[in-house]
T-cell receptor, first 115, second 113 residues
Framework: DTAVSQTPKYLVTQMGNDKSIKCEQN?????MYWYKQDSKKFLKIMFS???????INETVPNRFSPKSPDKAHLNLHINSLELGDSAVYFC??????????????FGPGTRLTVL | GDSVTQMEGPVTLSEEAFLTINCTYT??????LFWYVQYPGEGLQLLLK?????DKGSNKGFEATYRKETTSFHLEKGSVQVSDSAVYFC????????????FGTGTQLKVEL
């Protein structure tokens, strides 16, 4: 069973479109995250939710809106896609929030290409 | 601000060679330190971690020791295999920082026969 799953794996779309990426974890974790990995492999956190509550919101354009319908899901919706949004987006989860020794478990990533 | 600096890659080694990937950090407070590995086409996997000074994390023949005096967490392996070819990320997390991981830029390792 996949612990952290993301759909779709690949997403190719035109500039200006709106798209969503879904993430689900079956680990019973309380906290979920979205990271963006750019073409140079630089990985940066975007958002974090703990029990459906937003706890980390880095400097991300407001075209990006995370949605957590329950603690097992954290979806990422992106409006008015731009070329610079092309990247690999990783979802992750961890058992609890705020504990410095908590391990984060990553999904396989979604490669978004904006044309 | 908090940051992680890794040696630039790619690092190319022959099988059975000794590996060192350097990682240093800057942080306010006392972070936990991690090494994650990303195999081609896959997500990140935790390789090892250390939560306090002088701790040694180890897994799959890889080791890293948390050195507070030099603010370093260098990754080492005595004998690499072709299957170790991947991108390795050093990361830190501060207590109370919302469980936020700060990553280095990654170091690509290529191991050849």
């Amino acid at each position: 069973d996949t612990a952290v799953s993301q759909t779709p794996k690949y997403l190719v779309t035109q500039m200006g479109n709106d798209k969503s990426i879904k993430c689900e974890q079956n680990l019973g974790h309380d906290t979920m995250y979205w990271y963006k990995q750019d073409s140079k492999k630089f990985l940066k956190i975007m958002f974090s939710y703990n029990n459906k509550e937003l706890i980390i919101n880095e400097t991300v354009p407001n075209r990006f809106s995370p949605k957590s319908p329950d603690k097992a899901h954290l979806n990422l919706h992106i409006n008015s896609l731009e070329l610079g949004d092309s990247a690999v987006y990783f979802c992750a989860s961890s058992p609890h929030g705020g504990l410095s020794t908590d391990t984060q478990y990553f999904g396989p990533g979604t490669r978004l290409t904006v044309l | 601000g908090d940051s992680v600096t890794q040696m630039e890659g790619p690092v190319t080694l022959s099988e059975e060679a000794f590996l060192t990937i350097n990682c240093t950090y800057t942080a306010t407070g006392y972070p936990s330190l991690f090494w994650y590995v990303q195999y081609p086409g896959e997500g990140l996997q935790l390789l090892l971690k250390a939560t306090k000074a002088d701790d040694k994390g180890s897994n799959k023949g890889f080791e890293a020791t948390y050195r507070k005096e030099t603010t370093s967490f260098h990754l080492e392996k005595g004998s690499v295999q072709v299957s170790d070819s991947a991108v390795y990320f050093c990361a830190l997390r501060l207590t109370g920082g919302g469980n936020k991981l700060t990553f280095g830029t990654g170091t690509q390792l290529k191991v050849e026969l």
